[in-house]
């Protein structure tokens, strides 16, 4: 009994120096999925909405930014306290209210509809530079992982549109600050 319980007190003992060696050998990419992991992939691709679309408030600037699991647009709105959004995929890109076709480059396309104009009524000048169905202005996205076209969609009773071409239906997210709304786009399903 002695001699069973010796040699299976050996074969556990050697199972968990082979278990510390692996472990050890495989540190590396124990670290990589860690790195992967602290990608945010639960986004989903679903319509988001959020506050009213009908700003009082105006577009200053559109930008974007690279990261390492998303691609950013931030839409600059000072003093626009909570800014309403809504933001969804669609399988072509029409201005409103005249339904517009408007070409978008990549393999999906985000409307992303602002609660702000892109022009002073009162003062009769634009706030926000774009032109209805043109890139937008001063953003560039070649060499983005994720985002492949913008096109201004222009904006209608206080709401500014975009169409923000994809390289694919990617989960997104939507943040609401006092000052701006940012649409990030993952770079995939499982980054």
């Known amino acids: 009994m ?5 040699a299976g007190m050996a074969f556990v003992l050697a199972g968990a120096m082979l278990g510390t060696a692996a472990g050890t050998a495989g540190a590396a990419p124990a670290e990589s999925s860690r790195t992967a992991a602290a990608c945010p992939t639960g986004w989903g691709s679903g319509a988001k909405v959020g506050g009213a679309l009908m700003g009082g408030d105006h577009l200053v600037d559109i930008r974007t930014g690279r990261h390492e699991c998303y691609d950013r647009m931030v839409f600059d709105i000072p003093g626009g306290g909570r800014i309403g959004y809504q933001v969804q995929y669609v399988n072509r890109f029409h201005a409103d209210p005249s339904g517009q076709y408007i070409p978008v480059a990549g393999g999906a396309i985000l409307n992303i509809g602002i609660g702000a104009w892109s022009y002073d009524l009162e003062a009769g000048v634009p706030t926000y530079p774009g032109e209805v169905g043109e890139h937008l202005p ?3 996205v070649n060499g ?3 985002f492949r076209d913008t096109r201004f969609g222009g904006t ?4 500014t549109q975009v169409g923000l071409g994809v390289r694919a239906r990617l989960p997104f997210r939507v943040t609401q600050l006092d000052d701006r709304v940012v649409v990030d786009v993952a770079h995939s399903w499982t980054s």
């Open 2 to 6: 002695r001699g069973i319980r010796a």
């Open 138 to 140: 001063s953003v560039n």
């Open 144 to 146: 983005y992982t994720t």
């Open 156 to 159: 209608y009773e206080g709401e």
